[in-house]
């Protein structure tokens, strides 16, 4: 089973900063790596697919990046919004897994 | 617009049986991938299940030889029939469609399974 592990826990950021949150995987998944939001009481929701591509209705700010192991998920300029759990998760093989998730919250 | 909509879930007995449903509309059901996906109260995500759109099914071993996924397409409707039931199970269950580059593309509101005596 391929173990993500996601840093940090929790990322304490002000609207309008830059956040960068890491997903390294305990072997390579090549590209096949997704990112999703989650909000209190709501379902996740795809923002970032195959490393590096918008899911549909994701704002420009959202960028992702990384192969292999190693994985970035940035916002470049925070809104409101954007105050959330995140999980990166691989399909690159059985079993899909997720990482632990980082918390973006507000400082 | 695509809806995923869950239900079946409530408190069950260690031991128990419950089948969840999910009634999807908005997209070509028979076409798509589905799957279930599971959160136990304050945790992260765990995946649980994937059925193909021919029935080709696979489970996480947490669950295998204990819970089943079926659909019925003339109904637009995913199943997750779970036998055995023990307390780790006790979770926020979603049912999520897989789009073409096989990620969880839409989630359905999720149904709560609770497993306590």
């Known amino acids: 089973e391929i173990v993500l592990t996601q840093s940090p826990a929790t990322l304490s950021l002000s609207p309008g900063e830059r956040a960068t949150l890491s997903c390294r995987a305990s072997?390579?998944?090549?590209?096949?790596l997704a990112w999703y939001q989650q909000k209190p009481g709501q379902a996740p929701r795809l923002v970032i697919y195959?490393?590096?591509d918008r899911a549909t209705g994701i704002p420009a700010r959202f960028s992702g990046s990384g192969s292999g192991t190693d994985f970035t998920l940035t916002i470049s300029s925070l809104e409101p919004e954007d105050f959330a759990v995140y999980y990166c998760?691989?399909?690159?093989?059985?079993?899909?897994?997720f990482g632990p998730g980082t918390k973006v919250d507000i400082k | 617009e695509v809806q995923l909509l869950e239900s079946g879930g409530g408190l069950v007995q260690p031991g128990g049986s419950l089948r969840l449903s999910c009634a999807a509309s908005g997209f070509t059901f028979s076409s798509y991938a589905m799957s279930w996906v599971r959160q136990a109260p304050g945790k992260g995500l765990e995946w649980v299940s994937v059925?193909?759109?021919?029935?080709?099914?696979n489970y996480a071993d947490s669950v295998k030889g204990r819970f089943t996924v079926s659909r019925d397409n003339s109904k637009n409707t995913l199943y997750l029939q779970m036998n055995s039931l023990r307390a780790e199970d006790t979770a926020m269950y979603y049912c999520?469609?897989?789009?073409?580059?096989?990620?969880?593309?839409?989630w359905g509101q999720g149904t709560l399974v609770t497993v306590s005596s």
């Open positions: 195959d490393a590096s």
């Open positions: 059925i193909s759109g021919t029935d080709s099914t």
């Open positions: 998760h691989q399909r690159s093989n059985w079993p899909f897994t």
């Open positions: 072997q390579s998944v090549s590209s096949y």
């Open positions: 999520a469609s897989i789009g073409g580059a096989t990620y969880f593309d839409d």
